[in-house]
Every structure is written in structure tokens, then in C-alpha cells.
């Protein structure tokens, strides 16, 4: 396969395991779909292509750990509702459910493949997809099959509300047996939305060793609107990663250091809904490994912007800029359980994005501006 060198990188962001390094006057060797060699551009190899990014930066492809993309409608009218002080409320997910049951599989597919080309021109390589909007056994089967058109990183999230009609013991029974037999040959991951107004602890646990038995990782949403238990469930059950992390007691911070647990927050959430921003800087002085993530959906959080999720990062939630990058990259590809993506080293896929600046600095000094130039995947622009 064709080698080919990146060069005149002014700031290449590795984002490796050793932490958030930059090299300055860089070039990048890609082999295929691998990158091959990093380095100073004085002192690249010879390769059978080459490609000048006239002095600007290159970054590893975003990897959005966290996003519900598979549903039809928008809750527009619900968000000027919380922009005028209605405050936001698990329930209104029952408005979407109502919405992508009613649409067809080629108009799902169509919205999903929208985001996603959306979030690619941001600079995302890698997204992780769940369902949520379907909670039947068929319209969460078909939304799963959906988002795999599109992605290896897919999750069942059944236990996601408990919808009208049945109660929260029937519903938790569905979810774990004909749902999950029905989801599972589409899924990687099993998800609980573990919070007030939807599953408690106890019903999270069920639900997640029932995944576990059918071949599915385990991820969980918890402590977004109060303290609760699901933070440290998470950590007592080992999980890669919990997602939201709003709300923690000390408890919590020490469970998720102790456990090595990821910390997936997601800051266009507290824009979208107006709640407090997480305490980044605890988390990450207490030892916590934390991901960025969007939580691309169309209730708590409308945004498929990575860039502006780091931006808010490191405004709201005291994050430098390079700590938000290595969130939103290497410690995201972590928190899917991947050591082939979120970093520009050796032997890691050649997922990247050229920005039109000459430092990752500017993702959170320029917010709003669109940056990026140019963003490749397997070692080719897309």
C-alpha cells in the first residue's frame, strides 16, 4: 500500500498514552490506514505521496463516546421552554418515542447518516450511537440496526425511560428478555439511564448483568440531574466508563478513582439545559481519567459539535485546552474500550484533522468558528 507523509504540520497534537504532546515543525507518515512514523519534519522518511498542511495543525479525530442519534423529530419548543425557566425532566423523552416509531427505516437511516456526515465535518472519526427512542422489542431491534450501518460502537439502551402503559417491573423484564434477545445481535454495549424519573440503582444492576450475560458491555448514565447511586455502581461493577457525572459527592470522586472508572462528560448538556457545568478540575486532580463527549440527541442536548463541547470545557469546567483535546480523543477511544484510535502514534489508525490554525489552542479560543480544514479516516480525507 502507498505510504503517505503529512508535512509542514506548524503543531501536531499526538494525544498519546504519555499524555496531551505536542511536536512543533512536524510531519506524520501514513502506511495504509496505520500512521507509521511521527516526528520533526527535518527528519521524516521518504514516502510515495506527499501533502503540505502549509503550517497548520493536525490533531487526532475526535471520538465521540456518547450519542443518541437514532430518532425522528426535534423538541425545539421544549428547549425555549427551558431557556424561559422550565427546567429539564427524563420524562420528555416520551416526546421523541412517539415520533421515531412513527418513522421508517429509511428515515431514520437518512437523519442518522445527516448527523453523522454533521459531526464528520467537525472532526469526529469514531462515534458510539445507542438507541432509546424505540422501547419495543421492534423499534429498538431496528434502531440499532440502524446506527450499526454506520458504526462498530453501537448501544442498546432499552432502559432508557419507562414508557406509558406498563410498569417500571414489566418494563425492566422486557428490557432484559425478548428486547435484549431482539437487540443483541446489533449491539455492542448494554446502557441504563440511572437517574430520578427513570431507573434506580437496583433495576440498573439487573439490567447490566443481563447484558453482561448476553455478550454486552456495560455503560451507564448517572448522576445528570442529582446525586444518586449510579456513579458508584458503576464503579462497584467495574465499567469502563459513566456518563453525565453532574452531580458527585466525595464518595463518588474517590469510587471513581479508586475503581480507574471513566468520568464521560458532556458539557453541551449543562448548556442545553442550564444546570451546573461538572467540577472537571476535582475529577482530574483526584485522579479521575476523564472523556468528552457530545450526547448528540434532540432533548438535553442538539449539538453534534465536538469542538464546541471543548470549548465549553475549558470556560465552564476549568479543563485547559489541551486536557479538553486529550478528553475529546484519546481518553474518549478509553472509554469505548479502543487502543487503535484517539491518538497519532504508531500503530494506531490514521484518524485525523488538519485544522485551519497552527495550534489545537484555538478550538477553545475561536468557539463557534468552523476550523476544520480537512478530516481523515483509515488514512484518507473523507
Not at 33 to 59: F, H, K, S, Y
Request: with cysteine; proline share 5%; charged share 20%.
Amino acid at each position: 500500500m502507498a505510504t503517505t507523509l503529512i508535512t509542514n504540520i506548524g503543531e501536531l497534537f499526538t494525544s498519546d498514552p504519555e499524555g496531551p504532546l505536542t511536536i512543533a515543525g512536524a510531519a506524520l507518515v501514513v502506511d495504509g490506514t496505520q500512521v507509521a512514523w511521527v516526528g520533526r519534519a527535518a527528519e521524516a522518511p521518504d514516502a510515495d505521496e506527499l501533502v503540505d498542511v502549509g503550517g497548520r495543525a493536525v490533531i487526532p479525530g475526535f471520538v465521540d463516546s456518547h450519542s443518541h442519534l437514532v430518532f425522528a423529530g426535534d423538541r425545539a419548543e421544549e428547549f425555549a421552554a427551558r431557556m424561559a425557566g422550565t427546567p429539564y425532566a427524563a420524562g420528555g423523552i416520551r416526546t421523541t418515542v412517539a415520533a421515531t416509531r412513527a418513522a421508517t427505516d429509511e428515515q431514520l437511516t437518512s437523519h442518522v447518516a445527516r448527523l453523522v456526515a454533521e459531526m464528520r465535518c467537525q472532526g469526529t472519526t469514531t462515534v458510539e450511537i445507542k438507541s432509546g427512542y424505540g422501547l419495543t422489542v421492534h423499534d429498538e431491534a431496528r434502531s440499532l440496526a440502524v446506527a450499526r450501518q454506520f458504526t462498530e460502537e453501537t448501544t442498546y439502551l432499552g432502559a432508557h425511560v419507562v414508557p406509558g402503559g406498563t410498569t417500571p417491573e414489566e418494563y425492566v423484564a422486557l428490557v432484559t428478555g425478548p428486547m435484549l434477545d431482539a437487540a443483541k445481535e446489533h449491539a455492542r454495549w448494554i446502557d441504563v439511564f440511572c437517574e430520578r424519573g427513570a431507573f434506580d440503582a437496583d433495576q440498573a444492576r439487573a439490567i447490566l448483568a443481563a447484558g453482561e450475560a448476553a455478550g454486552l458491555r456495560g455503560r451507564l448514565h448517572a448522576n445528570q440531574l442529582t446525586y444518586g447511586d449510579g456513579v458508584r455502581l458503576a464503579a462497584e461493577l467495574g465499567l469502563v466508563a459513566v456518563d453525565h457525572c453532574t452531580y458527585l459527592s466525595d464518595a463518588d470522586v474517590a469510587a471513581l478513582r479508586d475503581s480507574g472508572t471513566i468520568a464521560t462528560l458532556l458539557p453541551g448538556v449543562e448548556f442545553s439545559t442550564k444546570q451546573p457545568y461538572p467540577d472537571t478540575r476535582r475529577l482530574l486532580d483526584a485522579g479521575v481519567d476523564v472523556a468528552l463527549a457530545s450526547d448528540c440527541n434532540p432533548g438535553s442536548c442538539f449539538t453534534s459539535s465536538i469542538p464546541l463541547c471543548i470549548a465549553l470545557a475549558v470556560r465552564e469546567m476549568g479543563m485547559t485546552p489541551a486536557e479538553a483535546v486529550h478528553a475529546a480523543t484519546y481518553v474518549g477511544a478509553r472509554a469505548l474500550d479502543r487502543d487503535d484510535v484517539g491518538a497519532l502514534v504508531p500503530g494506531r489508525r490514521a484518524d485525523l484533522v488538519v485544522l485551519d490554525a497552527p495550534s489545537h489552542l484555538h478550538l477553545a479560543y475561536r468557539p463557534g468558528v468552523p476550523l476544520v480544514a480537512a478530516t481523515w479516516v483509515g488514512g484518507r480525507p473523507v
